[in-house]
């Protein structure tokens, strides 16, 4: 069997392409410099993919932000407003991106969504009525001929048509429908393009299918690929699915003229059951993804090896493959120096994947698998106990009743009383919680984690940000403040770092969109609360005010979610262990004078299975319940908080409410406010502050601008609900733009009050 991925990690080792987005976006670098360090990255991937023997090696997948934007400014879907800028190709890229403020014009940025259930967030192509798709860039002919003077010839990835249209957004009255027929042509000509350059196989990537499809849905997936197929010459075509299985397409899928079909059998519930009941037609390649993606456990060479001995019994020729694409974990663990010796032999991040990769091509290629030495190891590996067991978690995890997540008296009685505590004026303004992680911050941190600066120095230097943190909101007018969370390196890793049960990497990151990357800590053992986590921090910053200071606290499914989980234990599990540690901080800061808290949930939806049908059973059961269980025990008139980010609210916003928060903030500005109607409708319950204006790009909002927005938020929310805020936290901004746009914001809220 030969072997194959679906893509690789595009930041570098050592992020090396994030560094240098950003010296461009500060214009410490030109054009030709970004372009060398990517080309640069590129080059290392492809002789490490070609050196590991790996015999499909993609190319294509390398973007400067993200591949859907790649696929929107390939196909002609740019907006008006971006190209109209007179910008360069490059600039005017980076403006759909991130949003553009100069002499040029001032431009939002298009919105972003999670990409499907993983923390990588893409941003969402705009077509309206006026929009002609065609083949108008050369992105991915460039990087194939690259590869090929490098001497390798690759397979060119792109996201395939469905796909595009499926996540594009649309501005008029055209639906994906209407746009078959040039789309499609755009695809086709792609091939050709393909065809005369010499590549023999191409990679539409087509996640899509693993959702709940209607006749409509597949209708549109046929009548696609057949006008693309028709024509496709000498090129092998691969449909590549991943992040779930076909089960609503599968016959339409394997009866189109693909030549090769990637299925995943990782996430793929029913993958091997299609396979097994349907059989695979003959002629075609199974890709068969057998090897996580998304995680960075070492694969069971034993289980995955019965998988592919059930897969012969069906298909002709299959090629071992990854269940996604690498993007979703670290580089390598070369650079991991710090790790114990038996934690690391059970770690593999993208590059060991590659050696995974071939020693089951190995294993499979031996007349005896099982009596391989690389069989041999891989099984006295996962023979092993390894520590971190904790009777007494998993004994108070057993012992919840239905009681534990219900909290009394309810949402009305509590809301009174909450008003009558705080007394805030209408349309009260807070932030989310962080505020910018400037480089003298990080510098300290960094000093302390070093030894260069003493543990009290470090406090002391924390205490005086917060001071001037606490000053700063105290200026601007802000109603409710944030201690800023100085203290912290990440929303999730930081929380990680306190409690038991987690190992923490050096260099294991992973982009979660442009140049933001996470270092997602790992879920090693059972979890419990070593020690009070933000109570010191938030107790001070509480003593220079007079005005509610929030604890901020990470919820239990998010810490879950934007960590690498355990595979030998249920996701439900591992939740309510952490639901336990973060309880016990929720009521610790309450007995120490905090009378509002904030347990975020920015991922929430991240783990939500992609079909309707899975959703209860296999998550919002369990879910629900472990936000519920954080805040049952605290008093009526302790007010909690919550925030979500960047994922689709509007099929599960009835779920939202039953989390029974007393208000929840919500991204909202890059979608143009549209959750306000899905609130509305249904009659949300909770208070609820939709952001105002866009942390994630470095543009300024005027107060009118503001106003506008709130004004959008009066006609849909009952005022006395509404909360005005930017949509997320600030630490990935600077004081620059940050300092003005949060005067705008209180100056918008007390016009808008008037």
Same mark, same amino acid.
């Given at each position: 069997?030969?072997?194959?991925?679906?893509?690789?990690?595009?930041?570098?080792?050592?992020?090396?392409?994030?560094f240098?987005?950003?010296k461009?976006?500060?214009?410490?670098?030109?054009?030709?410099?970004?372009?060398?360090?990517?080309?640069?990255?590129?080059?290392?991937?492809?002789?490490?993919?070609?050196?590991?023997?790996?015999?499909?090696?993609?190319?294509?997948?390398?973007?400067?932000y993200d591949?859907?934007?790649d696929?929107?400014?390939?196909?002609?879907?740019?907006?008006?407003?971006?190209?109209?800028?007179?910008?360069?190709?490059?600039?005017t890229y980076?403006?759909?991106?991130?949003?553009?403020?100069?002499?040029?014009?001032?431009?939002?940025?298009?919105?972003?969504?999670?990409?499907y259930?993983?923390?990588?967030?893409?941003?969402?192509?705009?077509?309206?009525?006026?929009?002609?798709?065609?083949?108008?860039?050369?992105?991915p002919?460039?990087l194939?001929?690259?590869?090929?003077?490098?001497?390798?010839?690759?397979?060119?990835?792109?996201?395939?048509?469905?796909?595009?249209?499926?996540?594009?957004?649309y501005?008029?009255?055209?639906?994906?429908?209407?746009?078959?027929?040039?789309?499609?042509?755009?695809?086709?000509?792609?091939?050709?393009?393909?065809a005369?350059?010499?590549?023999e196989?191409?990679?539409?990537?087509?996640?899509?299918?693993?959702?709940?499809?209607?006749?409509?849905?597949?209708?549109?997936?046929?009548?696609?690929y057949?006008?693309?197929?028709?024509?496709?010459?000498?090129?092998?075509?691969?449909?590549?699915?991943?992040?779930?299985?076909?089960?609503?397409?599968?016959?339409?899928?394997?009866?189109?003229?693909?030549?090769?079909?990637?299925?995943?059998?990782?996430?793929?519930?029913?993958?091997?059951?299609?396979?097994?009941?349907?059989?695979?037609?003959?002629?075609?390649?199974?890709?068969?993804?057998?090897?996580?993606?998304?995680?960075?456990?070492?694969?069971?060479?034993?289980?995955?090896?019965?998988?592919?001995?059930?897969?012969?019994?069906?298909?002709?020729?299959?090629?071992?493959?990854?269940?996604?694409?690498?993007?979703?974990?670290?580089?390598?663990?070369?650079?991991?120096?710090?790790?114990?010796?038996?934690?690391?032999?059970?770690?593999?991040?993208?590059?060991?994947?590659?050696?995974e990769?071939?020693?089951?091509k190995?294993?499979?290629?031996?007349?005896?698998?099982?009596?391989?030495?690389?069989?041999?190891? !891989?099984?006295? &590996?996962? @023979? #092993?106990?390894? %520590?971190?067991?904790?009777?007494?978690?998993?004994?108070?995890?057993? =012992? /919840?009743?239905?009681?534990?997540?219900?909290?009394?008296?309810?949402?009305?009685?509590?809301?009174?009383?909450?008003?009558?505590?705080?007394?805030?004026?209408?349309?009260?303004?807070?932030?989310?919680?962080?505020?910018?992680?400037?480089?003298e911050?990080?510098?300290?941190?960094?000093?302390?984690? !070093?030894?260069? &600066?003493? @543990? #009290?120095?470090? %406090?002391?230097?924390?205490?005086?940000?917060?001071?001037?943190?606490? =000053? /700063?909101?105290?200026?601007?007018?802000?109603?409710v403040?944030?201690?800023?969370?100085?203290?912290?390196?990440?929303?999730?890793?930081?929380?990680?770092?306190?409690?038991?049960?987690?190992?923490?990497?050096?260099?294991?990151?992973?982009?979660?969109?442009g140049?933001?990357?996470?270092?997602?800590?790992?879920?090693?053992?059972?979890?419990?609360?070593?020690?009070?986590?933000?109570?010191?921090?938030?107790?001070?910053?509480?003593? /220079?005010?007079?005005?509610?200071?929030?604890?901020?606290?990470?919820?239990?499914?998010?810490?879950?979610?934007?960590?690498?989980?355990?595979?030998?234990?249920?996701?439900?599990?591992?939740?309510?262990?952490?639901?336990?540690?973060?309880?016990e901080?929720?009521?610790?800061?309450?007995?120490?004078?905090?009378?509002?808290?904030?347990?975020?949930?920015?991922?929430?939806?991240?783990?939500?299975?992609?079909?309707?049908?899975?959703?209860k059973?296999?998550?919002l059961?369990?879910?629900?319940?472990?936000?519920?269980y954080?805040?049952?025990?605290?008093?009526?008139?302790?007010?909690?908080?919550?925030?979500?980010?960047?994922?689709?609210?509007?099929?599960?916003?009835?779920?939202?409410?039953?989390?029974?928060?007393?208000?929840?903030?919500?991204?909202?500005?890059?979608?143009?406010?549209?959750?306000?109607?899905?609130?509305?409708?249904?009659?949300?319950?909770?208070?609820?502050?939709?952001?105002?204006?866009?942390?994630?790009?470095p543009?300024?909002?005027?107060?009118?601008?503001?106003?506008?927005?709130?004004?959008?938020?009066?006609?849909?929310?009952?005022?006395?609900?509404?909360?005005?805020?930017?949509?997320c936290?600030?630490?990935?901004?600077?004081?620059?733009?940050?300092?003005?746009?949060?005067?705008?914001?209180?100056?918008?809220?007390?016009?808008?009050?008037?």
């Amino acid at each position: 069997m030969k072997t194959s991925i679906i893509g690789y990690p595009r930041i570098g080792c050592l992020r090396e392409l994030k560094f240098a987005s950003e010296k461009y976006f500060r214009g410490e670098i030109t054009a030709a410099e970004l372009e060398k360090t990517a080309k640069e990255i590129r080059s290392y991937n492809l002789n490490l993919q070609k050196n590991s023997g790996l015999d499909f090696i993609p190319s294509n997948d390398f973007s400067f932000y993200d591949g859907i934007l790649d696929t929107a400014f390939l196909l002609n879907a740019v907006p008006e407003r971006y190209t109209s800028l007179g910008l360069s190709a490059l600039d005017t890229y980076f403006a759909a991106a991130r949003g553009y403020q100069g002499d040029k014009g001032d431009v939002k940025a298009l919105a972003m969504k999670k990409w499907y259930n993983t923390n990588y967030h893409y941003m969402v192509a705009e077509i309206d009525d006026s929009t002609e798709i065609k083949l108008n860039g050369t992105k991915p002919f460039d990087l194939f001929k690259e590869a090929l003077d490098a001497g390798v010839k690759t397979k060119p990835v792109v996201i395939g048509a469905f796909t595009f249209l499926k996540l594009a957004r649309y501005k008029g009255t055209k639906k994906a429908a209407d746009f078959v027929k040039e789309t499609a042509k755009a695809y086709s000509d792609l091939l050709k393009k393909f065809a005369e350059l010499g590549a023999e196989w191409i990679q539409f990537d087509e996640p899509s299918l693993v959702k709940d499809l209607t006749a409509e849905d597949i209708k549109l997936f046929t009548d696609l690929y057949k006008a693309i197929l028709a024509d496709k010459g000498s090129v092998k075509v691969i449909a590549q699915t991943y992040f779930g299985d076909v089960r609503d397409c599968y016959r339409e899928l394997c009866g189109l003229d693909f030549d090769g079909i990637g299925l995943d059998f990782y996430e793929g519930k029913k993958s091997l059951e299609l396979v097994e009941k349907n059989g695979f037609p003959k002629g075609k390649v199974l890709f068969a993804g057998v090897v996580n993606g998304k995680n960075i456990w070492r694969n069971n060479y034993a289980k995955t090896l019965n998988i592919l001995n059930t897969l012969k019994k069906s298909a002709s020729e299959i090629v071992i493959s990854t269940s996604c694409s690498l993007l979703h974990v670290p580089c390598t663990l070369a650079n991991e120096t710090k790790l114990a010796e038996n934690v690391k032999k059970h770690f593999s991040y993208a590059e060991e994947k590659l050696g995974e990769l071939a020693e089951l091509k190995t294993i499979v290629s031996s007349a005896a698998p099982e009596n391989t030495e690389e069989f041999k190891k !891989n099984a006295a &590996l996962h @023979a #092993e106990t390894r %520590e971190g067991s904790n009777q007494a978690v998993k004994d108070k995890v057993a =012992a /919840l009743t239905e009681k534990d997540f219900v909290r009394l008296p309810a949402f009305a009685e509590r809301e009174k009383i909450q008003k009558d505590r705080f007394k805030l004026p209408l349309f009260p303004t807070t932030t989310i919680g962080s505020f910018p992680q400037t480089a003298e911050v990080k510098s300290a941190r960094k000093q302390f984690r !070093n030894g260069e &600066l003493s @543990a #009290e120095n470090y %406090e002391k230097f924390i205490e005086q940000k917060i001071a001037e943190c606490v =000053a /700063l909101q105290e200026e601007i007018g802000l109603d409710v403040l944030v201690h800023g969370e100085f203290e912290r390196n990440d929303m999730v890793e930081y929380f990680g770092e306190c409690l038991d049960g987690y190992i923490f990497t050096e260099k294991a990151w992973v982009q979660s969109y442009g140049t933001r990357c996470v270092k997602p800590p790992v879920v090693w053992g059972d979890i419990s609360r070593a020690k009070p986590m933000t109570v010191r921090w938030s107790v001070y910053a509480q003593s /220079l005010t007079k005005k509610p200071m929030k604890g901020m606290l990470t919820g239990p499914v998010t810490i879950l979610n934007w960590s690498f989980p355990r595979e030998d234990i249920t996701l439900k599990e591992s939740a309510f262990q952490i639901a336990l540690a973060i309880r016990e901080e929720v009521l610790d800061l309450e007995a120490n004078g905090i009378s509002i808290i904030q347990v975020d949930e920015a991922a929430l939806r991240e783990k939500l299975p992609l079909r309707k049908s899975d959703w209860k059973e296999d998550y919002l059961d369990w879910a629900i319940p472990a936000f519920r269980y954080v805040h049952s025990g605290v008093k009526p008139e302790t007010q909690i908080h919550t925030h979500m980010c960047y994922s689709e609210f509007a099929d599960i916003i009835k779920e939202i409410d039953d989390m029974d928060a007393d208000v929840i903030t919500f991204e909202a500005s890059r979608s143009d406010l549209t959750i306000l109607d899905v609130l509305k409708e249904n009659n949300f319950r909770t208070e609820v502050g939709p952001g105002v204006y866009d942390i994630h790009s470095p543009r300024v909002p005027s107060k009118e601008e503001i106003i506008e927005a709130v004004r959008k938020m009066k006609e849909r929310i009952p005022a006395e609900k509404l909360w005005i805020n930017p949509d997320c936290g600030l630490k990935t901004r600077g004081n620059a733009e940050t300092v003005p746009s949060l005067k705008n914001l209180v100056a918008a809220a007390l016009e808008v009050r008037k």
